[in-house]
T-cell receptor
Framework: NAGVTQTPKFQVLKTGQSMTLQCAQD?????MSWYRQDPGMGLRLIHY???????DQGEVPNGYNVSRSTTEDFPLRLLSAAPSQTSVYFC???????????FGSGTRLTVV | SQKIEQNSEALNIQEGKTATLTCNYT??????LQWYRQDPGRGPVFLLL?????KEKRKERLKVTFDTTLKQSLFHITASQPADSATYLC?????????FGKGNQVVVIP
């Protein structure tokens, strides 16, 4: 099925560990974004990309890295996990008109 | 600073009535505004988009209005059903990216 695929769905990390959240879309969308969602905070933009090879920071980029080597994939790397990064992470993609985003099902990350 | 404000209190509404949600924004000049639906444990799902030069948009039982003078959008669910119970998010474009409000929960009581 066409859409945005995120893996893993759940993850528990220890403080200081690193990991990569995977995101792939098969709709040939140019725009891709990573959001985190915390209770009472809504969706906050971490990083985004307007095309392969182009990334930029969003509202809360510290502690995260991204790269966009292909149109399809947009992985999010946590460099050294901290408890403050406990959250639900959503990847989203959009065509070039109107940022009508398709979201993945999310990754629930707990850092202990 | 830029803000997108939605009511933090859940809206409890009787089945069959019209639910109305408000989205207010400051320090944005959006070319369009979007509404998404989010169910617990799932990602947001796009519902409607309205452009700055449109006053109203409809899709089945959903209606959105957009007043750029008031900097406000209203989202209506007519003839509400228990299946409409969810959180509804308002989103605005700004600097080539989409910013979201915190969402407003709707509970439709049978």
């Amino acid at each position: 099925n066409a859409g945005v695929t995120q893996t893993p769905k759940f993850q528990v990390l220890k403080t200081g560990q690193s990991m990569t959240l995977q995101c792939a879309q098969d709709m040939n969308h140019e725009y891709m974004s990573w959001y985190r969602q915390d209770p009472g905070m809504g969706l906050r933009l971490i990083h985004y990309s307007v095309g392969a090879g182009i990334t930029d920071q969003g509202e809360v980029p510290n502690g995260y890295n991204v790269s966009r080597s292909t149109t399809e994939d947009f992985p999010l790397r946590l460099l050294s996990a901290a408890p403050s990064q406990t959250s639900v992470y959503f990847c989203a993609s959009s065509g070039t008109e109107f940022f009508r985003y398709t979201f993945g099902s999310g990754t629930r990350l707990t850092v202990v | 600073s830029q803000k997108i404000e939605q009511n933090s209190e859940a809206l409890n509404i009787q089945e069959g009535k019209t639910a109305t949600l408000t989205c207010n924004y400051t320090n944005y000049s959006p070319a369009y505004l979007q509404w998404y639906r989010q169910d617990p444990g799932r990602g947001p799902v796009f519902l409607l988009l309205i452009r700055e030069n449109e006053k109203e948009k409809r899709k089945e039982r959903l209606k959105v209005t957009f007043d750029t003078t008031l900097k406000q959008s209203l989202f209506h669910i007519t003839a509400s059903q228990p299946a409409d119970s969810a959180t509804y998010l308002c989103a605005l474009d700004g600097n080539n990216r989409l910013a979201f409000g915190k969402g407003n929960q709707v509970v439709v009581i049978p």
